[in-house]
């Protein structure tokens, strides 16, 4: 049975069925991160943001949100974790591990494209030229995700590499 990939939904399934132990659609704030795992050989969170079409608005906009995902990420952190455990708990001594004691999480933002946005690997240099920390999934459309992109025939895995960032947990709440 083969599957077409045809709605952002379904593309936000495939990557969350590639990730281990993650969630889709967990809320921090007014923001809505797609896709959200946690690695626990590497203790990194990975972000994910999908998008479906392959135009260079979507494209940018795909990256745009990233970046405002990490200034949520950097103000929000406990929340983050709150609403992250709630979809996939963490034992105590894997959220103390992934926290490094409750003072910061690593977290590895992505997009996910879809094939034919990937082949736009001009544009692609260009956008991670101004976010060079995003990396990149793609998405073939019966849903297989490969975190590789294809350029002259060749897997070019650097490109599609994310750089983690070390985000401090705060506490949310202010005065005593």
Do not use: W
Not at 74 to 89: E, I, Q, T
Not at 100 to 122: G, K, P, Q, S, W
Not at 148 to 161: D, M, T, W
């Amino acid at each position: 049975m083969s599957v077409t990939i045809q709605t952002e939904a379904q593309m936000a399934e495939a990557v969350a069925r590639q990730l281990r132990r993650s969630a889709r659609e967990v809320k921090v704030g007014d923001c809505i991160f797609d896709v959200v795992a946690y690695d626990k050989a590497e203790r990194l969170f990975k972000l994910v943001e999908c998008k479906l079409g392959s135009q260079a608005t979507t494209i940018g906009h795909a990256f745009g949100q990233i970046a405002a995902y990490y200034a949520v990420q950097s103000a929000r952190g406990r929340d983050f974790l709150d609403a992250f455990s709630k979809k996939v708990p963490l034992r105590y001594e894997r959220l103390m591990e992934a926290t490094n004691e409750n003072r910061h999480i690593r977290v590895a933002f992505y997009v996910a494209l879809t094939d034919e946005a990937c082949e736009r690997v001009d544009l692609i240099r260009s956008v991670k030229r101004l976010l060079p920390m995003v990396g990149i999934i793609r998405v073939k459309p019966d849903g297989s995700c490969r975190e590789y992109l294809r350029v002259r025939g060749h897997k070019e895995c650097k490109l599609a590499q994310a750089l983690p960032v070390v985000v401090e947990i705060l506490s949310n709440k202010s005065g005593p």
